[in-house]
Nanobody, 121 residues
Framework: QVQLVESGGGLVQAGGSLGLSCVAS????????MGWYRQAPGKQRELVAA???????NYADSVKGRFTISRDNAKNMVYLQMNSLKPEDTAVYYC???????????????WGQGTQVFVSS
């Protein structure tokens, strides 16, 4: 009924840039916060960046000054611009939305399928 689809992952050299996009679609009534998480092999999933419906943002310390999160409420989209990439940024990046589906009266978390980012040294 509701799905989030990420795009923009790929292979890039250290110091390069990538832009990730995520669009939420389906039977959506309203979207609250949206964010990006990542999970490297053998590691726990961690928050990278998040943005509220009012455009307030927060970032993991490891990406501050390098990554920028933004959203387009009208399009149900969230973006992550990643600059000055490092090998330690290599991970599967997941989009998350806190939203209310039209068929529910409460707020729930929805996740995308993930997109691979690989940064070579």
């Amino acid at each position: 009924q509701v799905q989030l689809v990420e795009s923009g992952g790929g292979l890039v050299q250290a110091g390069g840039s990538l832009g990730l996009s995520c669009v939420a679609s389906g039977n959506i009534f309203s979207i609250n916060a949206m964010g990006w998480y990542r999970q490297a092999p053998g590691k726990q999933r961690e928050l990278v960046a998040a943005v509220t419906s009012g455009a307030a943002t927060n970032y993991a310390d490891s990406v501050k000054g390098r990554f920028t999160i933004s959203r387009d409420n009208a399009k149900n989209m969230v973006y992550l611009q990643m600059n000055s990439l490092k090998p330690e940024d290599t991970a599967v990046y997941y989009c998350k939305a806190v939203l209310r589906a039209s068929f529910r009266s409460d707020w729930s978390d929805y996740w995308g399928q993930g997109t691979q980012v690989f940064v070579s040294s």
